[in-house]
């Protein structure tokens, strides 16, 4: 009898054990990832840097990711599941930031805190961006407008930016729908260039119709005003062609 307690106790022991220990030792049966890589591999001042990261599809989650900084080195955090058998690889795009130029270090963690050794890590370099030298200089923001924009006030509108920073470049959409004919109308801001820090001027464009069969109008000139950013303001639109769409001469920034 105190044989086969002990050997009971034994087992519920050795049972225990495994059952503490299955997932972590599961989880490191997965297939080690692909290096990860930085987004663009060379990187200008204040140009958009991402994290691309190979990842295993059941371990993964994103909603725990984390991104931090201290002085020059950006450190990723994450809590992974315990899978019994391996996902699909997968590719992941984490944003970094916008850098000025300089050497910065990133470290990839497995851990949901920044603690120990990291499981990756890696390095770039952000370079000052490469102007012609011209007195005086071309104005151009020091910022990044990219994004989608709305005006709260007029739902079913929108306006989204594409700017390259440090240059003249900026591309806008603008989209409604026709209150008449019921169709999507586009408007697209182009063909531009910044006259301050804050003001960019160019082209107003109407484009209406469906796929395949798109009618544009220049309808003028066009302006978009950021200063009234910095004291909590909208963006203002300003063309020589507005009616009947005024409701597009103000903007504020969407964020989901």
């Not at 990842?55 to 019994?84: E, H, I, Y």
């Not at 030298?133 to 594409?162: C, E, K, Q, R």
């Not at 700017?163 to 470049?169: K, L, V």
Request: net charge neutral; glycine share 8%.
């Amino acid at each position: 009898m105190r044989e086969n307690r002990g050997s009971r106790i034994k087992n519920a022991r050795t049972m225990q054990i495994s059952r503490w220990a299955a997932p972590a030792l599961l989880a490191a049966a997965l297939p080690a990832a692909a290096a990860s890589t930085i987004v663009p591999a060379h990187p200008t001042a204040q140009q958009a840097v991402e994290l691309r990261l190979s990842v295993d599809s059941c371990s993964f989650n994103p909603a725990t990711v984390q991104v931090s900084a201290s002085g020059s080195t950006l450190r990723l955090t994450q809590r992974l599941n315990n899978c019994l058998v391996p996902g699909t690889a997968k590719l992941y795009d984490v944003r970094l930031g916008n850098f000025p130029a300089g050497d910065y270090r990133v470290e990839v963690y497995s851990t949901a805190t920044s603690t120990g050794t990291p499981t990756e890590t890696l390095s770039f370099t952000v370079s000052d961006r490469v102007e012609i030298a011209i007195t005086p200089p071309p104005v151009h923001p020091l910022t990044n407008y990219s994004g989608f924009w709305w005006n709260p006030d007029v739902p079913g509108t929108g306006m989204a930016l594409t700017q390259t920073p440090g240059s003249d470049a900026l591309f806008g959409a603008l989209y409604r729908y026709d209150g008449t004919t019921q169709l999507p109308v586009w408007f697209s801001l182009e063909g531009g260039h910044w006259t301050s820090p804050t003001t960019w001027q160019g082209a107003y464009i109407r484009n209406v119709g469906p796929a395949g069969h798109v009618t544009s109008t220049a309808l003028g000139a066009a302006m978009l005003d950021f200063s009234a950013l910095a004291t909590g303001g909208r963006v203002l639109l300003q063309t020589t062609s507005l009616a009947p769409y005024d409701d597009f001469q103000s903007w504020v920034r969407f964020v989901p």
